[in-house]
């Protein structure tokens, strides 16, 4: 391949060392932009979670979003923390602490932590959350809003529906089907046969919620070839012949569809907090025929709930009642409604643009209380996309990685930056060449 460029490729040095060494220089440069960035945020949000890796580390991962004073919004993960002891509230805060420090940012200007929920996160006085009010008491600042990531939330009230009845005669019978790899063999070929609308049943895995809806719809679909497969085995399932529990088998896999279609609308990276609550609203409305789940949702959601009327207010502030407006924003939100052009661009519907518009000499505070929702991460989907590719990055076959090197990679894998190659290039003392290290 290319052998016109053979000693072109050969003076370029590819040892695992060299390799290594660019990883980490251009880690070092995503994190100096980070840096600059950082030194301008006016206010920022953080979202954590943590999860075991290949080699039973626990890894904790720390994204920032932060805003400017220009409503450009940041959104990187800062550190990859390997925490080879405990993970109590505590030692969780003094690797947030030192990530904070790292990077110059002044604990006031914290407006929202988003986390898994764990109690050593959210706990008031020894969790995460306790110690940063703390920090933050005592630098003049603001308790931070705090919220139960929306992902995590939508799974546990799924969690909650009792769907026992119908999911383990299921899973039996999936289990039955495939876990001989002949019987599985001879249930596709019947299916192909029968000319059937899928070519398959999916497994069931607790681990996965989302797997519920996905199951349950398939063996409704195929209920008529898997009640002649069984037969045919001498295995029959009575519940196939029962009306009543077919009903309550396409009920269940309508519900959990829903729930499936809904976790995904509110999945995605850079979305508005208001966004994300008008979804958990419309959803809501939806669950008044599911009164178990809606009574899991007001629950669950009540973090949100308390800070509605804020959310409204950014979301849309031109149908503000001004009485019920803070002090410092009922002047300027008057002035607001009363401007004819400021309204049709809010119209447009872009709320980041329409805020970025209002004139900072006018309208000061109403683009701070901007801000401060702009920046908050209404879910640790950030996490969940990155513990993924951690699974890749120390896998079984590179369990031995480093911590600083999986550190490098990861902020590497998922950094909106561009690495400055002529800044890294510029500032290596020398260059090596040498030959492909064959070893």
Known sequence: MCPE???????????????????EHIERNIKSQLKDKANKFVCFSV???????????????LFIRGINANFEITEELVSVHSMHGTTTGIDIFREVEKSVAEYNLEWKKLKCITTDGGRNMCGTKKGLVGQINKVIENSGGLKPLVLHCILHQQALCG?????????????STVNYIRSHGLKHRQFRDFLE??????PDLPYYTSVRWLS???ILARFFELRTEIEIFLNEKNHSQVLLKDSEWLWKLAFSADLTMHLNDFNLRI???????????SKVKAFRKKLILFETL????????????????????FENPFNSVIGDLP?????EVIDLQSNDILKDKYKEGNLIEFYKCLPSDQFLHLRRFACEFISVFGTTYLCEKTFSKMKYTKSCYRSQLSDEHLNALLVIGTTHFEPQLDKILSEMKQFHVSPIDQS
């Open 5 to 23: 460029n053979v000693d072109l490729f050969s003076a370029i040095s590819l040892s695992a060392n060299t390799v290594a060494r660019r990883v």
């Open 47 to 61: 979202a954590l979670d943590e999860s075991i890796d290949v080699s039973d580390t626990s890894q904790l991962l």
């Open 159 to 171: 969690k909650h529906l009792d769907l026992s009845s119908v999911l383990d005669p299921v899973i």
């Open 193 to 198: 046969e029968m000319n059937a609308e899928f």
């Open 212 to 214: 519920y809806g996905k």
């Open 267 to 277: 999945q995605g990276e850079t979305s508005l907090i208001c966004d994300l609550y």
């Open 294 to 313: 809606k009574q899991q949702f007001e629950e669950r959601f009540s973090d949100l709930d308390a800070c509605s009327s804020k959310l409204r207010i």
């Open 327 to 331: 002090s410092e924003l009922q002047m």
